[in-house]
Structure formats: structure tokens, C-alpha cells
């Protein structure tokens, strides 16, 4: 089976971990800082907040924003569940904006038309979640503007997108947004076998990111209140006279962490970032080429975005072929093609369901959702197995 996705680990990579499984930490130790100040600098961001998964990093920048019961969070129906979920964590209600017919991004004149009713309506969200599909960057400058407009943060879910950039600027330096988190998932760009990172360019929020990974602790002496202090003193210790094992919980939070094993594979995986974007795109051209002519809407990047193509997804184009959706993936996945869907929209997951969501309502993202298959794409993808996906799917078609 060639799968839709895989990772590609190589000699520098053990080697890496090796050095941690040796050293003394295998945790709480040097390596997640390193590599924290290493994506940050590869993004231009000012800090980086390193985490056990993407999921953790989107929920502790939901919490770092105070987004709370009785507020909205707007994302996407084409997306992972935890773009949603994210936001039902903090107890907050979740809505969704339609995507865009050929980026399959979040659709701004559809953020815009929504906004202009919510705030009619005195609904207006607190926090706007727009998803890079495949790794093709929203247009982010644009939502930024209708979000300053309206009051909204913005948490960029760049899960796929690490690597990617608009306009030269890359994703991840939060020009556009409050909070950028990528995904280091074994199918993601570089991976560190699991886990995540959250991006910003504001420091208090970055400190209350770190503080929701890791229980709510904080040891940083600017921060203690010496509410909690064993000594008698009655006002707040002053810095030089904190305790080095003194440390306080203030608020409640999570054992987030990502250990420097994981810090480690992903600080050696950053080093080919820039040859695993460039190899995606050299296979995304080759699809592009290679399927002209077939029942298929191919995917579309906007001419300012470089992608990082994370997946590379197709349309089956309806009435072009005597063949149903779901034929179509599983003759596919017969001849040893393993093709993936990306994604079944959110809404119409019985969770969501439950909440209320209904067929119809968000058509473009349910349109996607019947007719999207996702074709193998990864460094390590040859051309060979790639001139096989190509004959296999024009066989079935």
C-alpha cells in the first residue's frame, strides 16, 4: 500500500534522540528551549511554545485568549474535529464559516457577510479559528482586518503549513493573526512524533501558554504572588529571595508538555524543512501535469502563496464519471493506493449533530466533503510510486 502520508526519519534523526536518551533529561531539559527558539526563528515569530500535540497548543491559545462559556468560536467545517473541539473544551459555543470553491480555505466574503449579521444579531464571535487546507495559507491579511474590525481574535491553525509562506511572509510570524500553531504529526511536514507548537509575538500570552501546559506553574520570580510561600514573609518575596524549589499554581492547567526526546527529532527534522517543502511541491507540480484531462478539480494555489503541501487533495468532478465517490476510493485502495479523505465536515459529525448542526447548511464544505480524495504525497514519495498512483487512478476512472 502506498500510503497517503508518511514520515521519513533518517540516521541524524536517531542520532538525535540518542543524544537525549543518553544525557540527563529526558523531559524538562534543554531541548525543547532549543528547539521552541529554533521554529521561531525559522518563522519570525518572537515565541514559541512547544507542546505534546497540536490539539494542546490550540486549546491552551484558546484558554490564553479567556475564551469562555458564553463566548463563539468561528472556524471551518473543512478541517480536523479539533479546530472545533477546541473551543467546546472551554466550554465556549462553536459556529462555522463556508470555504472557498477552489483555495477550500475559509471564504472571507463569507466571514464578512456572517460578521455584518452577528454583529446584528449581538453574537459576534471571540475567537476566529481560519484552517491552512493542505497547507495553502488563508488569506490571512484580509481576515485579520475584518477581525480588527469586529473584535475577534485570531488563532491560525497552520497545522498543515509549517514552511509555507504569503506574500514572502511566513506562516507563523503572527503578522496576521494573535496566535499561529503548527502540528508535528508523523504526516505533517516535519514531525516530532507527536506533538505541537503555539506561536506568538505577544508575551503575555506566551506566558500563559507555558504556565497551561505544565499544570498552571509558574517559577518565574516577576510572576510569584508568595501566596503559597513556606516562609513567613508578609508581602511578596522579591526575586532574589525566592526559594530555587519554590514554584506556584495560578491557575488551572495541563501536563501539555513535549519531552526533549520529541524536541530532538523535531529539531533535526527543521533542518530539511526547506528540502521537504521543496520535494512536496516538485510532486504537487507532477500530479498537476500528470492528471490533466481526468473527472477532477485540481487543487488551486493563489498566485502570492507558496505551499507547503502538506496533502495534496482532489475533487471528483460529479456527473464526469459513471463511477460514485466512494467507488472510485475504494477501487483505489484495492489496487494498493492508499487514498485518504481530508475531511468529512465537522458539523455533521454526531457530536455536532447533537448540538444542532444540520445537512445544508455549510453546501461548499459538504460538496468538498463527497468528493475530495486525498493522493499519496511525501518526501519520500518516488516518482515511480508516484507514476503509479497517476495509472492506477486513471485506470479507475
Known amino acids: 500500500m502506498i500510503a497517503y502520508g508518511r514520515q521519513d526519519i533518517t540516521q541524524a534523526d536517531i542520532d538525535a534522540v540518542l543524544e537525549v536518551l543518553r544525557s540527563d533529561f529526558l523531559t524538562q531539559g534543554p531541548m525543547v528551549p532549543r528547539f521552541e527558539q529554533a521554529v521561531a526563528s525559522r518563522v519570525d515569530a518572537k515565541h514559541a ?38 473551543g467546546r473544551y472551554c466550554g465556549a459555543e462553536v459556529d462555522f464559516v463556508d470555504i472557498d470553491t477552489y483555495t477550500w480555505n475559509l471564504s472571507v466574503p463569507k466571514l464578512r457577510n456572517k460578521l455584518v449579521q452577528a454583529k446584528k444579531d449581538g453574537r459576534l464571535p471571540k475567537v476566529l479559528v481560519p484552517v491552512h487546507f493542505a497547507g495553502q ?20 491553525d497552520a497545522s498543515h503549513s509549517i514552511g509555507a509562506s504569503r506574500n514572502g511572509e511566513p506562516v507563523g510570524s503572527c503578522r496576521w493573526s494573535d496566535i499561529t500553531v503548527f502540528s ?21 500570552l506566551a506566558e500563559r501558554m507555558a504556565m497551561l501546559r505544565t499544570h498552571g506553574i ?31 499554581q495560578q491557575m488551572l492547567g495541563f501536563n501539555y508538555r513535549m519531552t526533549d526526546m520529541q524536541a530532538a527529532l523535531g529539531s533535526s527534522q527543521l533542518d530539511r524543512l526547506d528540502s521537504y517543502v521543496k520535494r512536496r511541491n516538485a510532486l504537487a507540480r507532477r500530479y498537476d501535469e500528470s ?13 502570492q502563496n507558496q505551499s507547503a503541501f502538506h496533502l495534496y487533495v482532489v475533487r471528483l468532478k460529479r456527473n464526469a464519471t459513471e463511477k460514485s465517490h466512494r467507488q472510485v476510493c475504494h477501487e483505489l485502495r484495492q489496487k494498493g ?3 485518504n479523505l ?40 518516488s516518482d515511480q510510486q508516484q507514476d503509479q498512483v497517476v495509472s492506477m487512478l486513471k485506470e479507475v476512472l
Not at 505534546?52 to 475564551?67: D, F, G, K, P, Y
Not at 488569506?139 to 481574535?153: N, P
Not at 511578596?236 to 530555587?244: K, M, N, T, V, W
Open 337 to 339: 493506493i492508499g487514498v
Open 49 to 86: 511554545v512547544a507542546v505534546n500535540s497540536a490539539t494542546s497548543a490550540l486549546h491552551i491559545a484558546c484558554l490564553a485568549l479567556q475564551l469562555g462559556p458564553g463566548d463563539l468560536l468561528w472556524t471551518v467545517p473543512n478541517t480536523f474535529v479539533a479546530s472545533a473541539n477546541c
Open 291 to 303: 492528471l490533466k484531462g481526468l473527472p477532477l478539480q485540481l487543487p488551486t494555489v493563489q498566485s
Open 137 to 156: 495559507p488563508t488569506e490571512q491579511e484580509e481576515i485579520w482586518e475584518l477581525a480588527e474590525e469586529y473584535g475577534c481574535r485570531v488563532l491560525e
Open 342 to 381: 481530508h475531511y468529512l465536515p465537522v458539523h455533521l459529525q454526531p457530536y455536532y449533530r447533537e448540538l444542532g448542526f444540520l445537512q445544508g447548511q455549510y453546501p461548499v464544505a459538504e460538496a468538498h466533503g463527497e468528493s475530495a480524495i486525498t493522493l499519496p504525497l511525501y518526501p519520500a514519495l
Open 184 to 204: 508535528f504529526h508523523p504526516v505533517k511536514i516535519i514531525t516530532s512524533g507527536e506533538g505541537g507548537i503555539a506561536l506568538t509575538k505577544d508575551a503575555e
Open 218 to 248: 509558574t517559577r518565574n520570580s516577576a510572576r510569584l504572588l508568595g501566596n503559597g510561600t513556606t516562609n513567613t514573609q508578609k508581602s511578596s518575596p522579591r526575586p532574589a529571595e525566592i526559594d530555587p524549589w519554590y514554584y506556584e
